[in-house]
């Protein structure tokens, strides 16, 4: 049996992609656990923080999702840290403070300078966590969007948000139960106050991955965001 | 309704950026087809498409409108057609804001940021093998502000913008320049360069350097506010930053000179006056500028070939000179603007080092508190000085009400010797 710390659920169309935390050889490496029929999960009743245990087959994914391991029998949950120790161990993982190191390879930004992406064989892995000197969030025609500015100064723009506690905080704050000019107000939200909760939090922390090859290109994408945002944001819009 | 020229100007443009995106062999979808749901682009397609669109209409906030629209050539039309922040551009669709005039442009916030080491001027005479005592007595300056290890031109000068774009509740997307001024950092990317990386606005927010040394306040007010009149810009954080204590250092500069210097940052968020201002604001009033080319030989700072600088200074001739300029500048404000200078709310002028601010306000027959002090403590900051000055005003009279603060006077110099002012009045 494999322990496995849930640190990342990410929201890619219908389905999540999970990635957890193990050790191994005494260092902590990242995992996505995947079924033996697809690489993402439909129903995934765990949540960020969650410590469970499961089966993991042995074998690496292809580069550069090098930590897809397939789970062959269902998870169960045996505890739960909370997020600032779950960055604090996200923090011993893969880690990396500039453009070429995130995933040990170039990373080309697409030509109208939204996005960057990778050549599927290139990258040495597809997650990677960084500490960041900036970071805005942005509502692009119902796509959310962030650029961040990574330690070394490099600006990534218009990455997608694929975090679902992100994606559900603006689904929520979009609701037609949240009243009028709800776009405009969750704009004001994401354009100052985010900024400082955000950038403010001792454990403000992200990690990128790649997406897998979409027309050979892995796009890079913000799978998670610390701090999650918290429900009484949501009061405040 | 939109004239039929500006639908066809749009038409042309969905349909170049559409295919700069999709491929240029990429048929034309249907009006109301939703680009996504049917294929024809992704997320990723989507959004580069619009960020195109936006790049080449001007209209910047164009992703924005479509927030909770069909992603189709429909949509797009109705946004354009909507667009509230249009800006200028010469091949799209937009047309250009209404021009403001000139006294609408007020500054929504300010801010300043000083080198955390507080260093006593005894020490710097120290340093730089001088008298202990010598600032002190010379000049004046009791302390200076020095930056610390982890700090430089753009953590200053971003430290400084941020708490103003913060004032003012203002997001850094909604900026439409960035225009940098200092007279320490000569590198490239260049300080507003530096800056737009570091505050995250639009990517099509412009970013500008303004020269002119201690006069770069002033000139990149009056850059500012051309811009906003002109109907280019609606917000523009005007931002100065200095770290002197890393170039004007011991065995490279005679102490006299350096010894005078201290590092800081200011920063003033500019907006179009729209309705009622947030109390208590300042609009911009005019400015002028001029080149008194007779004293260029007072000083002259240059680079030498060893990489070291070379700095020709004759401080008793810029000193005469700064005071005559100065008060100059003063009496030419006051009679531009009508605005007795005794009803000033304060003066933010360059301080070359309190000597001179003390001389200076005795000249004006002003009282020494209308010059808020920054070189006594700080140390003579360069393009920051006036700044860190404005923005000390500002500050006092932000819990007054507007018909008890009085107008502030801007007055600088800068090598050349250039010289510049200009007024702010209660708006």
């Given at each position: 049996?494999?322990?496995?710390l849930?640190?990342?659920?990410?929201r890619?169309?219908?389905?999540?992609?999970?990635i957890?935390?193990?050790r191994?050889?005494?260092k902590i490496r990242?995992?996505?656990?995947?079924?033996?029929?697809?690489?993402?999960?439909?129903h995934?009743?765990?949540h960020?923080?969650?410590?469970?245990?499961?089966?993991l087959?042995?074998?690496?994914?292809?580069?550069?999702?090098?930590?897809?391991?397939?789970?062959t029998?269902?998870?169960q949950?045996?505890?739960?840290?909370p997020?600032?120790?779950?960055?604090?161990?996200?923090?011993?993982?893969?880690?990396?403070?500039?453009?070429?190191?995130?995933f040990g390879?170039?990373?080309?930004e697409?030509?109208?300078?939204?996005?960057?992406?990778?050549?599927?064989l290139?990258?040495?892995?597809?997650i990677?966590?960084?500490?960041?000197?900036n970071?805005?969030?942005?509502?692009?025609?119902?796509e959310l969007?962030?650029?961040l500015?990574?330690?070394?100064g490099?600006?990534?723009?218009?990455?997608?948000v694929?975090d679902?506690?992100?994606?559900?905080?603006?689904d929520?704050?979009?609701?037609?139960?949240?009243?009028a000019n709800?776009v405009?107000r969750?704009?004001?939200?994401l354009?100052?106050?985010f900024?400082?909760?955000?950038?403010?939090?001792?454990?403000?922390?992200?990690?990128l991955?790649?997406?897998r090859?979409y027309h050979?290109l892995?796009?890079?994408?913000?799978?998670?965001?610390f701090p999650l945002p918290?429900?009484?944001?949501?009061e405040e819009? | 309704?939109a004239?039929?020229?500006?639908?066809?100007r749009?038409q042309?443009?969905?349909?170049?950026?559409?295919?700069?995106?999709?491929g240029?062999?990429?048929?034309?979808?249907?009006?109301?087809?939703?680009?996504?749901?049917?294929?024809?682009?992704?997320?990723?397609?989507?959004?580069?498409f619009?960020?195109a669109?936006?790049?080449?209409s001007?209209?910047s906030?164009?992703?924005?409108?479509?927030?909770?629209?069909?992603?189709?050539?429909?949509?797009i039309f109705r946004?354009?057609?909507?667009?509230?922040s249009?800006?200028?551009?010469g091949?799209?669709p937009?047309?250009k804001q209404?021009?403001?005039t000139?006294?609408?442009v007020?500054?929504a916030?300010?801010s300043a940021?000083?080198g955390s080491?507080?260093?006593?001027?005894e020490?710097?005479?120290?340093a730089?093998?001088m008298?202990?005592?010598?600032?002190?007595?010379?000049?004046?300056i009791?302390?200076?502000?020095?930056?610390a290890?982890d700090?430089?031109?753009?953590?200053?000068g971003?430290?400084?913008a941020?708490?103003?774009?913060?004032?003012?509740?203002?997001?850094?997307?909604?900026?439409d320049?960035?225009?940098?001024?200092?007279?320490?950092?000569?590198?490239?990317?260049?300080?507003a360069?530096?800056l737009?990386?570091?505050?995250l606005?639009?990517?099509?927010?412009?970013?500008l350097d303004?020269?002119?040394?201690?006069?770069?306040?002033?000139?990149?007010?009056?850059?500012?506010?051309?811009?906003i009149?002109?109907?280019?810009a609606?917000?523009?954080?005007?931002?100065?930053?200095d770290v002197?204590s890393?170039?004007?250092?011991?065995g490279v500069?005679?102490?006299e000179?350096?010894?005078?210097?201290?590092?800081?940052?200011?920063?003033?968020?500019l907006?179009?006056k729209?309705?009622?201002?947030?109390?208590?604001?300042?609009?911009l009033?005019?400015?002028?500028?001029?080149?008194a080319?007779?004293y260029a030989?007072a000083?002259?700072v240059?680079?030498?070939?060893?990489?070291?600088i070379?700095v020709?200074?004759?401080?008793?001739?810029?000193s005469r000179?700064a005071?005559t300029?100065l008060?100059?500048?003063?009496?030419?404000?006051?009679?531009?603007?009508?605005?007795?200078?005794s009803s000033l709310?304060?003066l933010?002028?360059h301080?070359?080092?309190?000597?001179?601010?003390?001389?200076?306000?005795?000249?004006?027959?002003?009282?020494?508190?209308k010059?808020?002090?920054?070189?006594?403590?700080?140390?003579n900051?360069?393009s920051s000085?006036?700044?860190v000055a404005?923005?000390?005003i500002l500050?006092?009279?932000?819990?007054?009400?507007?018909?008890?603060?009085?107008?502030?006077?801007m007055?600088?110099?800068?090598?050349g010797?250039l010289?510049?002012?200009?007024?702010?009045?209660?708006?």
């Amino acid at each position: 049996m494999n322990k496995l710390l849930i640190t990342e659920i990410t929201r890619m169309g219908p389905a999540f992609c999970v990635i957890g935390l193990h050790r191994e050889n005494g260092k902590i490496r990242s995992v996505r656990p995947v079924t033996s029929t697809a690489n993402s999960w439909l129903h995934f009743p765990y949540h960020r923080g969650d410590v469970v245990q499961c089966e993991l087959a042995p074998f690496c994914g292809a580069k550069p999702h090098i930590e897809d391991r397939v789970s062959t029998r269902g998870f169960q949950k045996e505890s739960a840290v909370p997020e600032p120790e779950v960055v604090a161990f996200l923090r011993k993982a893969e880690i990396a403070g500039s453009l070429p190191d995130l995933f040990g390879c170039a990373l080309h930004e697409n030509r109208n300078g939204t996005g960057l992406h990778a050549t599927p064989l290139e990258p040495m892995r597809s997650i990677c966590g960084t500490e960041t000197k900036n970071l805005r969030l942005e509502l692009c025609a119902n796509e959310l969007r962030a650029t961040l500015v990574l330690s070394s100064g490099e600006v990534l723009r218009d990455l997608p948000v694929v975090d679902r506690d992100w994606r559900d905080f603006i689904d929520s704050a979009l609701a037609e139960g949240k009243g009028a000019n709800r776009v405009g107000r969750l704009q004001r939200f994401l354009n100052s106050q985010f900024h400082y909760k955000i950038l403010s939090c001792p454990h403000h922390f992200i990690r990128l991955g790649l997406t897998r090859p979409y027309h050979d290109l892995c796009w890079l994408m913000l799978d998670t965001l610390f701090p999650l945002p918290k429900q009484e944001w949501l009061e405040e819009l | 309704m939109a004239p039929i020229a500006d639908e066809d100007r749009w038409q042309r443009l969905i349909e170049e950026c559409f295919q700069r995106e999709a491929g240029s062999q990429a048929s034309l979808p249907s009006s109301s087809q939703n680009l996504i749901e049917t294929g024809v682009l992704d997320s990723m397609g989507w959004v580069g498409f619009l960020r195109a669109l936006e790049s080449a209409s001007g209209v910047s906030d164009l992703g924005a409108l479509l927030t909770e629209q069909t992603p189709s050539f429909e949509s797009i039309f109705r946004a354009f057609k909507n667009a509230r922040s249009v800006r200028s551009s010469g091949t799209g669709p937009s047309s250009k804001q209404e021009p403001v005039t000139q006294s609408a442009v007020i500054i929504a916030s300010s801010s300043a940021a000083l080198g955390s080491r507080r260093i006593p001027s005894e020490q710097v005479d120290r340093a730089f093998g001088m008298p202990a005592g010598k600032l002190r007595l010379r000049a004046g300056i009791e302390s200076l502000a020095y930056a610390a290890e982890d700090e430089n031109e753009l953590t200053l000068g971003a430290g400084a913008a941020q708490r103003a774009l913060r004032a003012a509740a203002c997001g850094p997307e909604e900026l439409d320049w960035i225009i940098a001024t200092t007279e320490t950092q000569r590198g490239y990317p260049s300080l507003a360069a530096q800056l737009h990386s570091q505050l995250l606005p639009r990517e099509n927010c412009g970013a500008l350097d303004v020269g002119g040394a201690c006069l770069g306040l002033v000139n990149a007010l009056a850059v500012a506010q051309g811009l906003i009149a002109l109907g280019q810009a609606r917000t523009i954080a005007v931002i100065t930053s200095d770290v002197h204590s890393r170039t004007f250092k011991p065995g490279v500069v005679a102490g006299e000179f350096g010894g005078l210097f201290g590092d800081g940052a200011s920063a003033f968020l500019l907006r179009a006056k729209n309705g009622v201002a947030p109390q208590p604001t300042y609009g911009l009033g005019e400015f002028f500028f001029g080149c008194a080319g007779q004293y260029a030989g007072a000083i002259r700072v240059a680079d030498v070939p060893n990489g070291n600088i070379e700095v020709h200074f004759d401080g008793e001739a810029l000193s005469r000179a700064a005071i005559t300029r100065l008060e100059n500048v003063i009496r030419d404000i006051e009679l531009r603007s009508g605005i007795a200078r005794s009803s000033l709310q304060g003066l933010a002028t360059h301080q070359p080092n309190p000597r001179l601010v003390t001389l200076l306000a005795k000249q004006c027959g002003l009282p020494l508190g209308k010059f808020p002090v920054v070189a006594r403590q700080f140390g003579n900051l360069g393009s920051s000085t006036c700044g860190v000055a404005l923005d000390a005003i500002l500050q006092s009279t932000s819990s007054r009400q507007a018909d008890k603060c009085g107008p502030i006077f801007m007055a600088s110099l800068g090598p050349g010797l250039l010289f510049g002012g200009g007024w702010l009045v209660p708006a």
